[in-house]
Structures are given as C-alpha cells and as structure tokens.
C-alpha cells in the first residue's frame, strides 16, 4: 500500500492501537469494496526504470491528449531507454531528458536523439472544459483557483467551466523552453516538493506518479542552476521505459487506485477534514487540493 | 544562495537572458539593501551533522518558547551527538532521534539515553497572540485558516488575534506520542513533502531548517510503517550537534536570511502572484503561504 499520507503518528513507538469506534484511514481503504478501486490502464502507464526498480506514470489523455500520445510515441520508440535524470532540484522537480541534449555539453561525438516521428511543437494542454468529467469537488478555499477537486484521480484546478490538472506532489509534466509550444515530452519532470501552483497555465502536467515515487524524491539533490548535475556522471538513467501494456504480463504491477468518485474516496475525504484518530487534538475541518492522498495498492 | 523555489526554468537549457525589464526573483535579492537581511542567530541555531555536512535550524523561542529551552538544554547537554534518522516518510516526515529508544527494540545492552536535566513532557505549544509579532500578512484565501503570513521569517497560520507556526516544507516539530504533553523535543521531525497542515494545532512546531535541507529530504525512505527505517544498521546519523553560538566561529556558516518584514520581501511576496518573467503565459494571481519561499544566503 503506498499512500500520499497514511498515517501521522509523530512519535517513536508505534502508537496505541486504535478502537474501533474511532475512525481510521486505513479502516475506511480496508474496508472499501472492489467496486470502489479501478485498475490503473497498463494502456496509458508509462514504466520507468529508476536504482533497479520502476516508477510508474498513470498518464491523463482526458486532459492533454496531444502530449501524452506524443510521449506514447517516444516510449514505444525506444526514445527514452537513454534518457537520464539530469536535474533534481529540492523542494521542486526532478527532470529527466535526453542527456545528450542537455547542458553541460555532452562531448562532440555525442549527438541529441532525434524524436523520430514525433512532434518536435505541440500546442499547450493547460485546461478544458468540465463537462465530460467525474469530478469530486472540494469544499475548501484554495490560494489559487475558485474550483479545485479531483478527477480520474488527478487533482484539478479551475473555475466552473474549465479545469486543468494542478502541480501537486509527484505530477509529471512536459519541461519547455521559453517558446509556449517548445514542450514535446521528450524532456519530463515529476514535482518532488511543496506544490508549484504558479505553474498551473504554464506547463502541461501529463500524469501522476502511482508508483515508486521514493525512487525519484530521494536522489541526490543538484548543485548548479536550478539544480541540473553538473557533472554528467551524476546523471541516473531511467531507462528502459516502456508503455504499460508492452511490459510482459509477468513483470507488471496490478495496480489498484481508490476512485476519486467512490463512496471510499468521499469517506477519505471527511477522514481528512475530521474528526480523526485520538491521537489529534485538533480538528482541521478543511483540506487543501494537494494534501489529498491518492492511495494506490497492489492487487493481492 | 539557497532558495525554495528561486527559478521556473523547466526546460534543458538554462534559457534565455532576461531582458532589464522583467521581474527575477533574483534581481529583487541582488538589489535588496544589506539592511533588508538578518543574521541567523547562532544563539538560537542547531548545527546537525548529516552525510558529512551541516544542516542548520533556526529555532522559533517567540512561538515555542519552552520546547526551545528544552531542546537547546539537550543539545548542549550531548544528547543529541548519537541520535539518528530512524524514520523517512516520502512526501511527510524525516524524524530523528535517540535509536535506542525505537522500534525496531534495540538489543538488550542499549538503553535509551536520560534526558538529563531536560523535562520530559511539556504542554504544547501552537499558538499565541498575534499582538507583539511583526507580520506581513498573505493576502490569498488558505483552506485551513482565516489569517496566514511570515513573521521572523517563519509561515504562520491562525486568526486575526492568535497565531501559531505552519507545517510548511522544512519545519521542525516535536514529535509525540497520543498524550498531547509526551513531546519533550528529544524526538524531532521536518516536513520534507507537501505541507502536511491537519497537523498545525497538534503538534509543537518549533523552527526551520535554513541551510542543508537537501542533506535531509534526499535521505532513503524507509520500508517499514510510516516510513520508520526496519533495521537499524539504516539509521544516519544526525550528530555531532550543537547549538550554534557553541561551534567555533571559525566552523560557523554566517547566514543571512530576507527579512519577511522588509520592502524586498513585499517585492518577492509581489513576484511570487506575478507578473513573473516572460517564460510565463499565465500569470498566478495567487500564492499558496507554504509556497512563499524564505531567501537565506551566505554573507559573501
């Protein structure tokens, strides 16, 4: 079970077991019926491969359709088997890319990969419109956005009319240059720190880490501009990365997400906002877009 | 420099030079007048010592006044020179402490260290007037409070009349058992994920890490429940460490923090809702309190 925030207990020990009557977030998940978790599509999963063990992407066509069937086309290419992490700047993103194409120059027998037959331009996917989608509204104000809550899974900020996937911990998205349309999905970047909302408009999230997020947050930190190694040998190669549904039957992970429309997901929602277990004193009565837990468990 | 979140640039390439013109988080600090920055005070500074190198809190005594006095009292009494990180949780916690008194039980030689003169329980301590507090106050709506801000560089939540510190990315709290009281400041945790603020009012936050975040929140996360290291040859560990004014001048880093009640401080606050720089289409409009990033920097 891998889960955004499971548990809060803060001390050393293990914690009083709970009573029954109180509730509990891992309760409310064990309790949860089938019918309440979806398999995530191995269709639109993208497997990486990170320290020997894989990162797994759900991607969201629903919300940047052009993007992710260009990443799709990437990964299916073989595009990404030498791409490597290039940058992990703390308390922001980890990026990865085609290290040939990065900054330090690679040296002069080493050239860029092409893209093959995938665009090199794609037009931003910030937003769309909300009708057509499940949405769990939240009910708390949010710093930057009158409508935030979550869709397929996804947190989404917007308005009313339209949404668009918002930067929260573990998001992936399409890195660019200053050009709006310079992004293509060759180079990626997952959020590892305190949501970046002033991204939001700006670049187009494409999925979600469901799993093996530690693999990323946990690499050494980059000690040049905006936190790119500077030395080449620093670089962890992410490959080989494959689309879901290329991965022999065998070496998948079946895995399950809680639907962000079940009746489960509003429990977790109400858990979240209080009361909860006795261990707290306090009640937060509200919770913020990014502090929702997405809990995604392998299938037993 | 050691920034939140100093730059935007998603792209491989560091991007092009911004012309005069544009805002840069970075001209606001390169143009900041010295009096706009405040010496870290050693006095109420820990020096932790992790992978070699030092990581520095800066104690809040205006807010947390009694498990300051207890924490500095074990510091300087040795108490921390043997604790460990005994438990990584992704996107929540890195926690140290005394391992001889964790789960997994230590062998029957070890015993946990006495907290000597240290007190070993205290009331907790989340919040207190605002009156007697400078406060540049966020002007965008939080789900969790009425009234958010920075004061003495600290992001602080509550209302218009009391105020307490905020679980923001790399805080520092005590860590407790279910009695609200069992938290003595031997057992220490920081925020290295999304700001995790259902726990603001239940647990006793009592400063920030200024300097060598990333020596904390790149650490291996732990497999074991809520991320508590399973075998304790996995501890790292945290000491020697020393308050601040106790380290020889010579081994001290002078660090200087942007004063959050300065006219540069307005100015970053002011860049951070945008206009931002041109790499930008939409600009946020907004910020979120735990996305105000705190500028400290080495004197030169």
Redesign the interface.
Known sequence: MRL?????????????AQAASEPSLQAILDHAPAADWRRIDPARSLYLTVDGGPVVIELAPDFAPRAVANILRLARSGYFDTAAV?R??????V?W?DPA???PHPSKDEHPRPLGDAAVTLP?E?DRPASGLEITDLP?????ASRVGLSDGFPIAGTAGRVGLAH???MV?V????A?D??NGS?L?AVI???????????TLVGRVVWG??RL?????GTG??GFYTDRSMDVPVGPVRIGSDVPVAARLDLRALRTDSASYRAVLAY?R?P?S?????M????????MPLPVRKAS
């Open positions: 955004g925030r499971l548990a809060v207990a803060l001390c050393g020990l293990a914690g009083p290039v992990v700047q703390d308390n922001y993103v990026q890319a194409a990065e900054d931003m910030v708390d104000a949010d710093p930057y929260c911990y573990g998205g890195g660019r240059d200053t709006p310079s992004g180079e970047y720190g305190q949501s970046p909302r002033a991204l939001d408009g700006n670049v997020m530690e947050s946990s690499l050494k930190r501009p905006l979240e209080g909860r006795a261990w707290f004193v306090h937060p009565g509200h919770v913020g877009l990014c502090e």
